[in-house]
Nanobody, 123 residues
Framework: QLQVVESGGGFVQPGGSLRLSCKVY???????IGWFRQAPGKEREGVSA????????EYADSVKGRFTISRDDAKKTVYLQMSALKSEDTAVYYC?????????????????WGQGTQVTVSS
């Protein structure tokens, strides 16, 4: 059953910005939404997460100060605003849903995953 769908990936030069969107087919206050990424030959990495309860947020050290996660409850959409992008941010980005409000960047805690959207940062 489809629960999350990502969009917004693309090609951008270093230092540029992109915004990813995750459409969620659940009420956002009941779940935690995470963004993960996987570069070729590397493990899947947790990037950021936002919980429905109290709007708590978490970021990986590698993106703190550059990425911002937010949500629009009316649109049931979670956004990942990415700024000051670097070549090492190049990856397929996935949106995922965990069926509780515990904030986590641990991939096994998530049981619904989107198909992924490619982000390429290159000059």
């Amino acid at each position: 059953q489809l629960q999350v769908v990502e969009s917004g990936g693309g090609f951008v030069q270093p230092g540029g910005s992109l915004r990813l969107s995750c459409k969620v087919y659940r009420n956002l206050i009941d779940v935690t939404i995470g963004w993960f990424r996987q570069a070729p030959g590397k493990e899947r990495e947790g990037v950021s997460a936002i919980s429905g309860l109290a709007d708590n947020k978490e970021y990986a050290d590698s993106v703190k100060g550059r990425f911002t996660i937010s949500r629009d409850d009316a649109k049931k959409t979670v956004y990942l605003q990415m700024s000051a992008l670097k070549s090492e941010d190049t990856a397929v980005y996935y949106c995922a849903l965990a069926p509780w409000t515990k904030l986590t960047l641990n991939a096994p805690d998530y049981d619904s995953w989107g198909q992924g959207t490619q982000v390429t940062v290159s000059s």
